[in-house]
C-alpha cells in the first residue's frame, strides 16, 4: 500500500523542548516537503529536499530542522527556538522532474504545546 | 488540523447540485495549477492538475477551468455528494519554481 506516513498523529511539546516529527514515503518520490498549516490559512513551506543529502529552506525554516539521510525519509525537527509551534504539520511527496508538482500528502501531525 | 476550515469563505449546496469553486492567483507568470480536497484532521488530497496551455481540463465528476485574463481558476464539481464536504484549496507554481497556496474554501453538503 503505497504512500506517506507522518508520525505520530498527535504530539505535544513542552517549554524548552525540541521534537522530531516522522515522514516517510514509499512512493519512490525523490522530492519531499514540509508544509505548516494555521487554522484558516494556507500552507506555509518550511524545508524541501529534492534529493539525498540535500534539503533547502523554505518561507519559514527559522526555528525548525530537517535532515535527508535517505530516500524514503524526511524528519523535521521542531526546536525550542520555535516560538509559536503550535499548528498541524503536513508531510508532502512528489516526483523530481518535473519539480513541485502533484504533491501527495501524508495525513499531518497536530503539534501542541503544553 | 481539526479546525482547518476556520474563518473561511463557505459554500453551501444541495446534495446532487453542481457546485462551483472559486480561486484567484496573483502571479500572471504562474505555469501549474493544482486542486486540494482537505477533509478535518486529514492531509490534502489531489483533486486535479492544469497547466497554463490549457484553459479546460476534465476528472471524474471534476472540472477546472484555467482564465488567464482575469487570473481566475475555478473547480465544478458535478452532482455534489454529503463526501464532497471538505476545504477545496488551490495552489499556482510562480516564478521561483515554488506552489503557493490560497486559504480553501469550505463546502457544505446539505442532504
Known amino acids: 500500500d503505497g504512500g506517506i506516513t507522518q508520525s505520530p498523529k498527535y504530539l505535544f511539546r513542552k517549554e524548552g523542548q525540541n521534537v522530531t516529527l516522522s515522514c516517510e514515503q514509499n512512493?519512490?518520490?525523490?522530492?519531499m516537503y514540509w508544509y505548516r498549516q494555521d487554522p484558516g490559512q494556507g500552507l506555509r513551506l518550511i524545508y524541501y529536499s529534492q534529493i539525498v543529502n540535500d534539503f533547502q529552506k523554505g518561507d519559514i525554516a527559522e526555528g525548525y530542522s530537517v535532515s535527508r539521510e535517505k530516500k524514503e525519509s524526511f524528519p523535521l525537527t521542531v526546536t525550542s527556538a520555535q516560538k509559536n509551534p503550535t499548528a498541524f504539520y503536513l508531510c508532502a511527496s512528489s516526483p523530481t522532474n518535473p519539480t513541485n508538482e502533484k504533491l501527495f500528502f501524508g495525513s499531518g501531525t497536530q503539534l501542541s504545546v503544553l | 488540523g481539526e479546525n482547518v476550515g476556520l474563518h473561511l469563505p463557505t459554500l453551501s449546496v444541495q446534495e446532487g447540485d453542481n457546485s462551483i469553486i472559486n480561486c484567484a492567483y496573483s502571479n500572471s507568470a504562474s505555469d501549474y495549477f493544482i486542486w486540494y480536497k482537505q477533509e478535518s484532521g486529514k492531509g490534502p488530497q489531489f483533486i486535479i492538475d492544469?497547466?497554463?496551455?490549457?484553459d479546460k481540463r476534465q476528472g471524474q465528476r471534476v472540472t477546472v477551468l484555467l482564465n488567464k485574463t482575469v487570473k481566475h481558476l475555478s473547480l465544478q464539481i458535478a452532482a455534489t455528494q454529503p463526501g464532497d464536504s471538505a476545504v477545496y484549496f488551490c495552489a499556482e507554481r510562480g516564478g521561483n519554481n515554488r506552489l503557493a497556496f490560497g486559504k480553501g474554501n469550505q463546502v457544505v453538503v446539505i442532504p
Open positions: 492544469i497547466r497554463s496551455n490549457m
Open positions: 512512493l519512490n518520490h525523490d522530492a
